[in-house]
């Protein structure tokens, strides 16, 4: 299925009449999922409260992707097919540049250079180890990247981010897929068990901040955990947390990079320079300026949201769940090593120079 002919046949409409026509049928059913997920969150939230006693948020990306792969044998029509395309590679890429609508550098800058530091070391080492434990347990480096990725800066959105700088190769969306649903997994688990780990080691609510936001993968997790304990851990934890993303350029960057020097000579490769990676950094000066009125920026910031959970509900539409079932165990060795990786090493960091 393609994006070269819309749907309909030769006597489609064509131009931007003819493309909206197209796109229309995938975004408009990508929205409604997208929708329907935002309303069932908090009632999953209040059912894991009633089934283990603790609010635990199975976050509205995830409901999305897990719906949509439900639908996939339903909805893997042609019809559908250049809309979700579109909000596969078009929307989640504006989606994630305005993420930088939410960070200022006066705020990472407040970080201190030890954290700074200690955040940049332990991403590094988390996005080559998954690709070394990608090639240790017999795995693409491309799915290592994609695990790393995620596991390194913020989860799902990073994991589509990261996939979209990689060459393309058959089963690159279930990788994504899983991925994004993995470490939001683990970042659950992370955000009930964290904080009393922080507090069996006798860190203060700052340290318990700094490690919660450089270790638990998405963004509603580390704010969950850090406010769980007290409003210092929480701020401090949201403000590492928004550096991690911050840090999702560089990241991509290195990643299309790396690739497209991997396929021959060094100074031959064209490495591919993301637009949208550029428009977050920009994003996030035109926010560190002020420059922006209040009501634009709450209206750009909720556009962001929603176009990052249209982007991952025809993710999950054009995922099959039987494909995701079918992966082996060491596609989740992979994310489990790379979630060890940033959990130890802020750790380590933090009992010794802490």
């Not at 998954?130 to 799915?143: E, F, I, K, Q, T």
């Not at 320079?273 to 920026?297: D, H, Q, R, W």
């Not at 790379?338 to 959990?343: D, H, N, S, Y």
Request: proline residues 5%; aromatic residues 8%.
């Amino acid at each position: 299925m393609s994006l070269d002919k819309p749907a309909g046949g030769e006597g489609a409409a064509t131009g931007p009449l003819g493309s909206a026509i197209a796109l229309a049928p995938g975004l408009v059913l990508c929205a409604i999922l997208a929708f329907v997920s935002v309303q069932i969150e908090p009632w999953g939230t209040k059912a894991m409260l009633a089934l283990v006693g603790t609010p635990v948020t199975i976050t509205a990306p995830v409901i999305a992707l897990l719906i949509g792969m439900a639908f996939h044998p339903l909805v893997a029509r042609p019809a559908f097919t250049p809309g979700m395309t579109f909000a596969i590679k078009k929307l989640l890429r504006w989606a994630i540049a305005l993420f930088g609508l939410k960070i200022a550098l006066s705020d990472i800058i407040g970080l201190g250079l030890g954290t700074a530091v200690m955040v940049i070391v332990s991403m590094a080492a988390t996005l080559a180890s998954g690709v070394a434990l990608a090639r240790l347990l017999g795995r693409s480096d491309s799915y290592g990247a994609i695990a790393g990725g995620a596991t390194a800066v913020c989860g799902a959105s990073a994991a589509l981010a990261t996939a979209s700088v990689l060459p393309h190769y058959k089963g690159r969306e279930s990788d994504m897929a899983f991925v994004a649903v993995t470490v939001n997994i683990l970042a659950t688990l992370a955000m009930v068990f964290y904080p009393p780990i922080c507090a069996g080691l006798g860190f203060d609510e700052r340290t318990i901040g700094i490690f919660l936001g450089a270790t638990i993968h998405d963004v509603a997790q580390v704010v969950g955990a850090g406010y769980a304990v007290s409003d210092t851990a929480g701020n401090v934890a949201t403000v590492v947390k928004l550096f991690r993303v911050f840090m999702l350029l560089p990241v991509v960057l290195l990643v299309g990079w790396w690739f497209a020097a991997e396929g021959g000579d060094v100074h031959k490769a064209k490495v591919p320079v993301p637009v949208f990676a550029i428009m977050f950094l920009v994003f996030v000066a035109i926010n560190s300026v002020g420059i922006l009125p209040v009501e634009i920026k709450s209206a750009l910031v909720e556009a962001s949201r929603w176009g990052l959970l249209i982007a991952i509900a025809a993710l999950g539409f054009n995922t099959s769940l039987a494909t995701i079932l079918r992966i082996g165990p060491q596609h989740l060795l992979v994310v489990l090593g790379a979630t060890l990786v940033i959990f130890v090493l802020p750790l380590v960091w933090l009992l010794i120079l802490g």
